[in-house]
């Protein structure tokens, strides 16, 4: 394995694992699993899309001399998808847990309120912009450099290090502040949360949010190298779904080690000659099939303890 | 009706097609605490539950220092509930629901739910391991590996953070031995309640007997007579 194939499977989980994550933290926050998360994707694809075609030209005039253009329309797009992904957080919070979160099997309610929601928001995409695909600019650096010997992709890198840095530091509030503690204090045990003052209603907000930009990163993130299309958000909705299981629904270091582990499944299957890309899901869903059988709650609780 | 901290009228509650509580009156003064005995399932939690709205169902009037936080109801379980503490109800639940993965002091934040409270957290801090010592030392230890009385210890310490005006303990010797429990009632009795109430749900009247200001017999969903100061010994 050369350094270029880890990098890529770094890539992969970085990308993985911010869905993953996303979807694990609302589950052991709020109790639902968010199948519109796919549609969140899409939607700040989209997002992202728009604002490059808007800033391409702006950035060009503004800091064409000075180099910076680029950069600047890289953090700009980011930005851009971060606030869609937050505000289809929101969309889904008023439709798919406002109304329900206090009736009687929320659980599977809002999985299929979020399912339809999903489905919805790709029909709705289809109408508005037809079902073209369309290439966001390479804007997170082009080209490879040589680092001990081997070359390594730049926009890889750029991804890895902004996706650690984005998580690192929404772990860290977690931690730190005092939505966190309110967050975590529900997770753990809500009724408990409601009689320490805390509402569901006003931790799911943020929570929300929160996982919604997270998806929307992940968008500007894959959209380097995948196309932004209305069904886009299929594959890494199923593939955060899975690893998220993989890890043990709702534990967040599960979700990174389930990400990190389908990342190098995924990177090792298409190197292998006899194997190839066309085996990856194959390999994929037969190692996390295989990862269930042995231990049903997933990785998780070997890391912490989950929901349960 | 003023110098009642709270009064409650005709409250009925239960779970579904069960009925626990049958119309309810009672009331609680400022300064006042009380004690609520009875045995298992006669429905003194039930009653704690369906004044901070955890219940499944209920109608009544429960009025908290002059505001309404009764009602009628059937679904919504717990959505009025943070509304209520932040009214100043606080309530130590039974059997403590508590967050097994946060530590002792994060636990006690999470009490200090106004921004007055949040504010001097670490002064109100202090006062709770002055009232339990030991829970100073575990200041770090995770909720979920402690024993059961220092677990009830943090539970009535995380109500005792805010400036809760009413003070609902569900079953403090619930579960553990009695030099503990004892040890868990006699830092409720010396708590002051300047203007406050405290309201203790207990089985075991022998623990409380001469140190509340009144207790009230619980039987099958009714309340049976006033008693007033009781002293067993």
Known sequence: MDAGLIVYALYLAAIYGLMAIGISLLWSSVGMVNMAHGATFAIAGYAAYFAAIWGQPLARDLLGTTGWDIPALAVFIGLVALLAGALFGIVIYLVAFLPIHDKENFAVRSLIITLALNLATVQMLLWAFGPQQKALPRVFGTGRFTALGMSIRIDQVVTIVATTLLLGSVLAWLRRSRKGLEIRAVMQNAEGAALCGISTRKTALPIMMLTGALAGLAAVLLSQNVFVSPTAGVTPLIKGLTIALLGGLGSVPGAVAGAVLIGFIEAATGAIPFLGQRYVLFVQFTFIVCVLLIRPRGLGGLLDETRE | ?233
């Not at chain 2, 009628?72 to 959505?79: A, D, P, Y």
């Not at chain 2, 024993?147 to 805010?162: C, I, K």
């Not at chain 2, 503990?180 to 309640?193: E, F, K, P, T, Y």
Request: net charge positive; aromatic share 6%; glycine share 14%.
């Open chain 2, 1 to 233: 009706m003023s110098d009642k901290l709270l009064s409650i009228t005709g409250l009925s509650a239960g779970y579904g097609p069960l009925r626990v509580l049958h119309e309810i009156d009672f009331s609680v003064a400022a300064g006042e605490r009380l004690a609520i005995v009875g045995l298992n399932g006669h429905g003194k939690t039930t009653l704690f539950r369906a004044i901070m709205h955890l219940v499944g169902w209920q109608r009544g009037s429960v009025v908290f220092d002059g505001i309404e936080i009764g009602g009628t109801r059937s679904l919504g379980e717990g959505r009025r509930t943070p509304g209520i503490v932040r009214l100043g109800v606080a309530m130590t639940p039974q059997g403590d629901a508590i967050f097994p993965g946060l530590t002792v002091k994060q636990h006690l934040d999470c009490g200090a739910y106004t921004k007055a409270s949040w504010r001097d957290r670490a002064l109100r801090r202090d006062h709770i391991y002055h009232i339990f010592p030991q829970l100073k030392a575990l200041e770090q230890a995770y909720v979920g590996k402690l024993s059961g009385g220092e677990r009830r210890m943090v539970s009535v310490g995380r109500a005792l953070m805010a400036d809760a005006r009413l003070y609902l303990i569900d079953e403090p010797s619930l579960g553990l031995a009695p030099k503990i429990s004892q040890r868990v009632v006699d830092a409720l009795i010396d708590i002051g309640l300047d203007g406050k109430a405290m309201v203790i749900a207990e089985q075991n009247v022998a623990l409380l007997s001469g140190k509340v200001d009144r207790m009230i017999g619980m039987h099958a969903g009714h309340l049976r007579g006033d008693v007033g100061h009781v002293d067993l010994a």
